[in-house]
């Protein structure tokens, strides 16, 4: 048996064993494609109490994502932190409320400033569920309007220090009720 050449390409994002690929990366414009029907997402390690108010959560783009149709999770362990990127595409024009159940800190960002490299606060989150610090699990929700059948970039973050851990992310809006289906 032959050891096959194994590499990575760091600015590709690809991982190489012999003469096959693997991982590709994930840009934000990548996602709608990648999970039209829902968020992709990636865990990844450490401390992410420092930049979790600015919506950065590891980096993009994603080097090993995984589709989500609904995310709800607990029981993980410690020191770490989710980022799940793509695009939210209300049925009907009106008042969405997005909502976040989580140990500890998590937050929601929607419109472009959910895409943008740089710009993101708690303060221009449509949802901060006590970003940057450390709670028992607590549910928050936060409300914006939006235009029915317009795609916008939405971002969900959680990070997760010590203790009990979790998250539940959940949205309703006209007509519809409270779900966790994205």
């Known amino acids: 048996f032959e050891n096959p050449q194994v590499s990575y390409n760091k600015q590709e994002g690809i991982l190489h064993i012999g003469n096959t690929s693997l991982f590709p990366k994930i840009t934000f414009e990548e996602a709608l494609d990648s999970a039209p029907n829902g968020l ?42 989710l980022l799940a990127i793509g695009y939210f595409k209300p049925p ?32 221009n989150a449509v949802l ?29 973050v959680h990070e997760e220090g010590g203790g009990g851990d979790n998250l539940t992310f959940s949205w309703k809006g006209p007509g519809i009720g409270e779900t966790t289906s994205l």
């Not at 901060?128 to 970039?153: A, W």
């Open 40 to 81: 992709i997402g990636q865990f990844f390690g450490g401390s992410w109490r420092s930049t979790i108010s600015t919506g950065n959560i590891g980096s993009l783009p994603l080097s090993n994502p995984t589709t989500y149709s609904s995310i709800s999770y607990g029981s993980r362990g410690d020191n770490y932190g």
């Open 92 to 123: 009907t024009t009106g008042t969405y409320t997005f909502y976040t159940s989580s140990d500890d800190g998590s937050g929601v960002w929607v419109g472009d400033i959910a895409k943008a490299s740089s710009g993101r606060t708690t303060s």
């Open 128 to 156: 901060n569920n006590n970003m940057g610090n450390g709670q028992g699990n607590t549910k928050r929700g936060g409300s914006t309007t939006l235009t029915g059948g317009v795609y916008y970039p939405i971002r969900v």
